[in-house]
C-alpha cells in the first residue's frame, strides 16, 4: 500500500509517523511518503502523481483548495467546505474527502459522549478552514448551536451562510465571546493563536469560564496550550489538539483502508512523541 502527503513546506509533518504507526497497528505493509510541491510545478507534479497509482494521499497546507480542479469527484462534505485533506483512489479516479471535522467530533464524542446527548450550544472561535470544517461536522453530529467569535465578521458569516439549516448560528466579537463564556457547554479554539512559538498567547483569557464546560483547542504544539492550561485552572473539561490531529488520520487511514482503528493507544504514543519522548 502506497501512501502519502502533498503540500509545502511538509517537513514538520506528523503525518508520516502517525500513519506508519497506524499500518503497523492495522499489520499493513506500505509506506508513508511525502511529496513536498513546490506552488510553481503543482500541476505537472500531480500529474506525474497521478501515474505513481498511489492508494490515497493527505493534502494539507496550501493545496486543500487548490486540490479540487484535479479531483474526479468528492464526498458531499467536503464539497460543501470546498477544501480537501484526504484523497483516495477508487480504479484509478481521485476522490476528495475532509476528515478535519469529522476527525475532531469523533475524538471528542469519545472523551465526552455527554456533549451529544444533550442540548448543547457551542462556542466556535475562530472562521478559518479548520473551524468551517468543525462547524459541519457539529452540525452533522446533532447540535443545532453553534456561535462564532471571530476577529473579522465577514469570515464568520462565511460559513453562517452555507452552514446547514437546522443550526442556528450568532456572531460574536472576540470581545462578546471572553465575556459571555460562562453560557456556553462547549468552547472550541481554532485560531493559531498559542501556537509554538508563541505558546505565551492566547486568543482571550477565559477567566468567565464556567466550571465543568469542555473546552478544546486544536493547536497541538505545545500539547497544551495556555488556553487549555487557564480553562483547565477554572474547572474545565479539557479537549487537546493532538486528539482531533490523530482522529482525522484515523478517518482518512479508514477510508483508505477500510480499518477502522481504536485511538486510544495511539492517542497515548502520539502524546509521548508531542512531549519528545519516543523517537520516529
Ligand atoms: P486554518 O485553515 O488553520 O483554520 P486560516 O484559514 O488561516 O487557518 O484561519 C485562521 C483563523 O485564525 C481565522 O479565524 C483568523 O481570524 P481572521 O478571520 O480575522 O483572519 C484567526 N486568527 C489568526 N491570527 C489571529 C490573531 N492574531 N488574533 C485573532 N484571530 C486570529
Known amino acids: 500500500m502506497k501512501l502519502g502527503l502533498i503540500g509545502y513546506p511538509i517537513g514538520h509533518s506528523l503525518s508520516p509517523w502517525i500513519h506508519r504507526r497506524l499500518m503497523a497497528h492495522a499489520d499493513i505493509n506500505g509506506s508513508y511518503n511525502l511529496y513536498e510541491i513546490h506552488p510553481d510545478t503543482f500541476s505537472d507534479q500531480l500529474a506525474e502523481l497521478k501515474q505513481e497509482g498511489l492508494t490515497g494521499f493527505n493534502v494539507t497546507v496550501p493545496y486543500k483548495e487548490k486540490i479540487i480542479p484535479f479531483l474526479d469527484g468528492m464526498d458531499s462534505e467536503a464539497a460543501a467546505i470546498g477544501a480537501v485533506n484526504t484523497v483516495r483512489n477508487e480504479n484509478g479516479q481521485w476522490i476528495g474527502s475532509n476528515t478535519d471535522g469529522t476527525g475532531f467530533v469523533q475524538s471528542l464524542q469519545i472523551a465526552y459522549p455527554d456533549i451529544f446527548q444533550s442540548d448543547c450550544s457551542v462556542l466556535l472561535i475562530g472562521a478559518g478552514g479548520a473551524a468551517k470544517g468543525i462547524y ?55 485560531t493559531v493563536v498559542g501556537m509554538n512559538p508563541h505558546h505565551e498567547n492566547q486568543i482571550f483569557a477565559p477567566t468567565r469560564l464556567a ?11 505545545p500539547l497544551e496550550t495556555r488556553f487549555l492550561q487557564e480553562a483547565k485552572q477554572k474547572g474545565a473539561r479539557i479537549h487537546y489538539g493532538h486528539e482531533m490531529l490523530l482522529h482525522q488520520a484515523i478517518y482518512s487511514f479508514y477510508t483508505w483502508t477500510g480499518h477502522k482503528l481504536d485511538g486510544r493507544t495511539l492517542s497515548q504514543e502520539l502524546e509521548q512523541y508531542l512531549k519528545g519522548e519516543t523517537s520516529c
Not at 211 to 221: L, Q
Open 211 to 221: 466550571s465543568n464546560t469542555v473546552v478544546s483547542d486544536i493547536v497541538y504544539r
Open 136 to 190: 459541519f461536522a457539529l452540525a452533522n453530529g446533532g447540535i443545532t448551536e453553534i456561535d462564532i467569535a471571530n476577529r473579522s465578521r465577514d469570515k464568520a458569516e462565511g460559513i453562517v451562510d452555507i452552514g446547514p439549516s437546522h443550526v442556528r448560528s450568532r456572531i460574536l466579537s472576540l470581545t462578546e465571546a471572553e465575556e459571555h463564556i460562562n453560557s456556553y457547554q462547549l468552547v472550541v479554539h481554532t
